[in-house]
Each structure stands twice: as structure tokens, then as C-alpha cells.
């Protein structure tokens, strides 16, 4: 008696490649969420009486006499005024502190004559100098300009400083050994490793700017967005004065996105970690 034993055949199962994950697109839209809501609380709370219109006035209100300020044109040459400030000062803050902040970094003197006095000018408040400043330029534009020179530079500084120190030794090793020169080596491994911190200084040093020229625009002031403010304090109009702090809030946030956009077209090439 034979038996004969075959065998199945091998059954092959195919999976299905896995759909390509979607990705996800940031909704911008959902930063104005918050802000439009505290506006709307704000709104609602002045017409029920629950903040008072000679403390806090409405919105409504703000945004009517920004709209008279305007037509009337006063607002643009004293934002005319407070731009030249901010500008002048944040360029001659910006200039030393790259200029130092690169000096101490890379060199060994730099950094044993620059870094000490700077480590401890910074510990103190430079709104707190607008006295010495008085004495120092008088107080004219020159006091306004230094408050906005002084308040961008050291942020600006520490973060050159910082950027350039925290490049990996090992690139600049690599690039010697492919024969670049020192001044090839800063272009093409110091300049762009140091980039993302730059930025991120030059960030903080507007917001410090602005700061400043709030409280610079406050001493003896003709024109500027302070002046109208201290002007409107005289006479108790309290919504000119909440006017001119939404015009500086306005004009912070327009010079950080100005320059979070710069950021992200000059570093295409780094990408970061994105908020989920």
C-alpha cells in the first residue's frame, strides 16, 4: 500500500501600502482666536459698566479717536517721529553689538576686554540711567536715541556672542582641512551657524527698542507717539493715551513679524520642530 503526501501551495498575502500621512497645515487663523476674544470681553465689559469708560474706555471708542487722529494728521508725524527714533537707535545699538559680540567671540583678546564690562553693564536697568543720560547728552533726540541704543544692545550682543561660541569646533576643523581660508571659513560655517541666533536677538532687541522709546519719548518730547500720550494725560483723555499703547503694541508686532519672515526665507534651509 503506496501513499503519496503533496504539499499546498504557498499562499502569498499582500498588505496594502500605507496611505501617505497628511500633513498638516498651519492654520494661522487661529492666532487671532485669543486676541479677538479678549477685544470682545473688553468691548462687552465697558458697555455693561463693569470697567469704567474714564479708566478703561471701549474699543470702539480707541479705535474712533485713532480714525480722528488720523484724518486730522497729527497721528502720522508723530509716528513719523517715533519710527525715525526707533530706527536710528536700533541701528547704531545693532552695529556695536554685532561688531562686539563678533570681537569677543572669536578672539581671545576680544573676549578678555570686551566681555567682562559688558557682563556687568548688563546688570543694570538702562531705563534706570535716563538720569546720567540727562546729564550725559542732555534732553534733546540724542536721550531718546541712547535709550533705544542701550535697550537693543544687549540682547543683540549676547545672542552674537552666543550663536558664534556654539558652533561645532568639529565644522571649522573640516573646513580647514578643505583649505578655506579665515575669511571663507566665517562666510561659510561661522556666518550661517551663527544666523538662527542673530535673529533671535535681533527679535529682542526691537521689543526692547520700542520699550525704550516708550519711556524716552516721555522726557521733554515735542513730537512722537509718547508725546501724544503725555499730552493726552494732561487733559485726562484716557482714550488717546490706551491709543498710543495699541500704536507701540502695533508696531512691535508688525517688526517682529517683518522679521520672523526675514528669518524664514534666509533659513529655509533649517527646519525646526513644529507645535502640534
Same mark, same amino acid.
Request: aromatic share 6%; proline share 6%.
Given at each position: 500500500?503506496?501513499?503519496?503526501?503533496?504539499?499546498?501551495?504557498?499562499?502569498?498575502?499582500?498588505?496594502?501600502?500605507?496611505?501617505?500621512?497628511?500633513?498638516?497645515?498651519?492654520?494661522?487663523?487661529?492666532?487671532?482666536?485669543?486676541?479677538?476674544?479678549?477685544?470682545?470681553?473688553?468691548? +462687552?465689559?465697558?458697555?455693561?459698566?463693569?470697567?469704567?469708560?474714564?479708566?478703561?474706555?471701549?474699543?470702539?471708542?480707541?479705535?474712533?479717536?485713532?480714525?480722528?487722529?488720523?484724518?486730522?494728521? +497729527?497721528?502720522?508725524?508723530?509716528?513719523?517721529?517715533?519710527?525715525?527714533?526707533?530706527?536710528?537707535?536700533?541701528?547704531?545699538?545693532?552695529?556695536?553689538?554685532?561688531?562686539?559680540?563678533?570681537?569677543?567671540?572669536?578672539?581671545?583678546?576680544?573676549?578678555?576686554?570686551?566681555?567682562?564690562?559688558?557682563?556687568?553693564?548688563?546688570?543694570?536697568?538702562?531705563?534706570?540711567?535716563?538720569?546720567?543720560?540727562?546729564?550725559?547728552?542732555?534732553?534733546?533726540?540724542?536721550?531718546?536715541?541712547?535709550?533705544?541704543?542701550?535697550?537693543?544692545?544687549?540682547?543683540?550682543?549676547?545672542?552674537?556672542?552666543?550663536?558664534?561660541?556654539?558652533?561645532?569646533?568639529?565644522?571649522?576643523?573640516?573646513?580647514?582641512?578643505?583649505?578655506?581660508?579665515?575669511?571663507?571659513?566665517?562666510?561659510?560655517?561661522?556666518?550661517?551657524?551663527?544666523?538662527?541666533?542673530?535673529?533671535?536677538?535681533?527679535?529682542?532687541?526691537?521689543?526692547?527698542?520700542?520699550?525704550?522709546?516708550?519711556?524716552?519719548?516721555?522726557?521733554?518730547?515735542?513730537?512722537?507717539?509718547?508725546?501724544?500720550?503725555?499730552?493726552?494725560?494732561?487733559?485726562?483723555?484716557?482714550?488717546?493715551?490706551?491709543?498710543?499703547?495699541?500704536?507701540?503694541?502695533?508696531?512691535?508686532?508688525?517688526?517682529?513679524?517683518?522679521?520672523?519672515?526675514?528669518?524664514?526665507?534666509?533659513?529655509?534651509?533649517?527646519?525646526?520642530?513644529?507645535?502640534?
Amino acid at each position: 500500500m503506496t501513499s503519496t503526501t503533496g504539499t499546498a501551495p504557498a499562499v502569498t498575502t499582500t498588505t496594502p501600502a500605507p496611505a501617505p500621512a497628511r500633513v498638516r497645515r498651519p492654520r494661522r487663523w487661529y492666532r487671532l482666536v485669543s486676541p479677538i476674544a479678549l477685544v470682545v470681553l473688553w468691548e +462687552a465689559g465697558s458697555r455693561t459698566g463693569v470697567l469704567p469708560d474714564d479708566k478703561v474706555p471701549a474699543p470702539s471708542v480707541v479705535v474712533r479717536t485713532g480714525w480722528r487722529l488720523a484724518t486730522e494728521g +497729527a497721528l502720522t508725524d508723530h509716528l513719523v517721529a517715533s519710527l525715525t527714533r526707533a530706527a536710528v537707535g536700533l541701528l547704531i545699538g545693532g552695529v556695536l553689538a554685532v561688531a562686539l559680540g563678533a570681537a569677543a567671540a572669536l578672539l581671545r583678546l576680544g573676549d578678555n576686554v570686551i566681555d567682562p564690562p559688558v557682563q556687568m553693564a548688563r546688570m543694570l536697568p538702562h531705563l534706570g540711567l535716563v538720569p546720567l543720560l540727562i546729564i550725559w547728552v542732555g534732553i534733546g533726540e540724542e536721550l531718546k536715541i541712547s535709550l533705544v541704543a542701550l535697550g537693543s544692545f544687549f540682547p543683540l550682543y549676547f545672542n552674537t556672542y552666543a550663536g558664534i561660541r556654539d558652533i561645532d569646533q568639529r565644522l571649522v576643523e573640516a573646513a580647514k582641512t578643505c583649505g578655506l581660508g579665515q575669511w571663507q571659513r566665517l562666510r561659510h560655517v561661522v556666518l550661517p551657524g551663527a544666523l538662527p541666533s542673530l535673529f533671535l536677538g535681533l527679535r529682542l532687541a526691537i521689543g526692547a527698542a520700542w520699550l525704550s522709546l516708550v519711556v524716552g519719548e516721555q522726557v521733554n518730547a515735542q513730537t512722537g507717539i509718547g508725546f501724544l500720550m503725555m499730552e493726552a494725560r494732561e487733559f485726562a483723555q484716557t482714550d488717546v493715551v490706551v491709543f498710543g499703547l495699541l500704536v507701540y503694541a502695533l508696531l512691535g508686532l508688525l517688526s517682529d513679524v517683518l522679521i520672523r519672515t526675514a528669518e524664514r526665507r534666509t533659513l529655509a534651509w533649517r527646519r525646526g520642530l513644529q507645535a502640534t
